[in-house]
């Protein structure tokens, strides 16, 4: 449900200097969204930044000058890093280009038309079935298959987390599909920096501990967990802060949440809604569970 997206800055520069184009990019680009940038042409966000700056207006205390430069760091921001020497050279379009052979973009957002089937210019890019156009909210089978159309991108483009909030997280069900996600992610990947992954799940009457349900994750996975980082943690709720009640997938670039958790059927003609979550909640979900946690651990592995 989330995108990675390669920029032109000059589609960048353009839109700072409409007042439209510049809300919507406020609006419509970045976490919360569907659309990610990508860290092409440079390897990092600060590179990413000042390749940027460098192509922006001289003046830089203009009203252009500030919109641009606050665009600019909302590039930076939250972007998908790929794994490549940082490329040289001036025609950005062509660079776009061969980027996009060694490794496909989403979608290249170009100034001007270049040879890519996953290209859109400003000029085109509200047309009629144009890619731009992504889903927020999907109705999904209750399979393995199903659940992974709602979060692939989210585990093939992750580097630094992958977070795993389902109540019942300890269930049989819940640890098959932990499984199939960590094993997705080491199929599909971008990136040879694989995320760690964490799991929190609520203590109830039934649930066992941390450790086990780890080992449990780890038994007859089907990939090398010597290569895997994984934390798992058992909470209880605590009076007077906020219960244990959603259930997400989370990353570095967004968060998905799902109706019924991780735990899938396998039944086809069952389904489930996916909703990608906006910037505020998505918040919210770190500072609860991760940044500033409001739960008991009971117990972790």
Known sequence: MIHEYALDPDVLLAWAANDRDYAEFLRE????????????????AAKL?????????????TLLGR????????????????NAPEIQGDNWGALAEGEHKRLPFDVILSAETINSE????????????????????????????????????????????VVVIDAYGWTTKAIIQMQYLIQY????HIDRQIPPFTLFF???DSSPSATYVKSCIFQNAGFDVANIELNVFELEDVQGHDVFHNRCILTEHGAVKTGHGIG????????????L???????????????DSCFKIVSQA
């Not at 919109?67 to 790929?82: Q, S, T």
């Not at 899938?264 to 909703?275: I, L, M, N, P, R």
């Open 202 to 204: 609520k203590k109830s």
């Open 118 to 161: 996953r290209n859109i210019t400003p000029a085109n890019m509200y047309a009629d079935g144009s890619i731009w156009n992504h889903p927020d909210q999907l109705n999904i089978q209750r399979t393995n298959e199903g659940f992974c159309t709602a979060i692939a991108s989210l585990l093939r483009l992750a580097t630094q987390r």
């Open 264 to 275: 899938v059927s396998g039944d086809q003609a069952h389904t489930d809604e996916a909703f």
């Open 49 to 61: 930044r000042s390749y940027f700056l460098r192509r922006g207006p001289a003046a830089v205390d």
């Open 277 to 291: 979550v906006n910037r505020i909640l998505y918040e919210k979900e770190c500072n609860q569970f991760i940044d």
């Open 29 to 44: 680009y970045g976490l919360g969204t569907p659309r990610i940038f990508s860290s092409f042409p440079a390897g990092k």
């Open 67 to 82: 919109r641009y430069l606050e665009m600019v760091n909302k590039v930076a921001e939250v972007i998908v890093l790929r």
């Open 185 to 188: 992610t080491l199929q599909n």
